[in-house]
Antibody, heavy 126, light 106 residues
Framework: QVQLQESGPRLVKPSGTLSLTCAVS?????????WSWVRQPPGKDLEWIGE???????NYNPSLKSRVTISVDKSKNHFSLNVSSVTAADTAVYYC???????????????????WGQGALVTVSS | DIQMTQSPSSLSASVGDRITITCRAS??????LSWYQQSPGKAPKLLIS???TLQSGVPSRFSGGGSGTDFTLTINGLQPEDFATYYC?????????FGGGTKVEI
């Protein structure tokens, strides 16, 4: 049974870079799945950040694309998220998730998510 | 972006009740719609994919339906563990977008 676990600094200074890693256990990150990041600001809606395939192919939410990088390390069976130039608006619980794909478009392949990591609250504050 | 409008935003119910939550897409998304349950402090849990496919291990009191722009999640016989927030997600086109959530309270 695949399980996901987020790790990384929980406090980031404004204008800095938020970095999180999602460790995959119980399965291989090289399986034929996409892997995604989703975030949820306190009291607000869920927001899809982006996705990556084991080959390194990525797709991002256009609203965040200029500041987001998702990468994969198959040797460590994990994938990572970097968000640059953060502000208080980036304060959120960040989730990683395995994505299933029934259909791809040029801009995304994830169709639904299962399972999710437990989430990591990252606060942007000086 | 495809907007997902979920209703109601909250509802009060009792154990044993039948409830229905709706999700409306701003354009047709075929059946690329999934439903999630989120309890406080927990990660979302997948209940239903492809609009109506119940995930393994999810109780049969949960059911989903719809296609195109209008979708429903029904819970027949609410149990205490069902009091949570429910979200829909469209996986038809980028960016993937979630509904605003429905909080089911006692």
């Amino acid at each position: 049974q695949v399980q996901l676990q987020e790790s990384g600094p929980r406090l980031v200074k404004p204008s800095g870079t938020l970095s999180l890693t999602c460790a995959v256990s119980g399965g291989s990150i090289s399986s034929r799945n996409w892997w995604s990041w989703v975030r949820q600001p306190p009291g607000k809606d869920l927001e899809w950040i982006g996705e990556i395939y084991p080959t390194g192919t990525t797709n991002y939410n256009p609203s965040l694309k200029s500041r987001v990088t998702i990468s994969v390390d198959k040797s460590k069976n994990h994938f990572s998220l970097n968000v640059s130039s953060v502000t208080a608006a980036d304060t959120a619980v960040y989730y990683c998730a395995r994505a299933f794909s029934r259909r791809c478009t040029p801009a995304s392949c994830s169709n639904y998510f299962d399972p999710w990591g437990q989430g990591a609250l990252v606060t942007v504050s000086s | 972006d495809i907007q997902m409008t979920q209703s109601p935003s909250s509802l009060s119910a009792s154990v044993g009740d039948r409830i229905t939550i709706t999700c409306r897409a701003s354009q047709s998304i075929s059946t690329y719609l999934s439903w999630y349950q989120q309890s406080p402090g927990k990660a979302p849990k997948l209940l239903i994919s492809a609009a109506s496919t119940l995930q393994s291990g999810v109780p049969s009191r949960f059911s989903g339906g719809g296609s195109g722009t209008d979708f429903t999640l029904t819970i027949n016989g609410l149990q205490p563990e069902d009091f949570a927030t429910y979200y829909c997600l469209q996986g038809y086109s980028s960016p993937l977008t979630f509904g605003g959530g429905t909080k089911v309270e006692i």
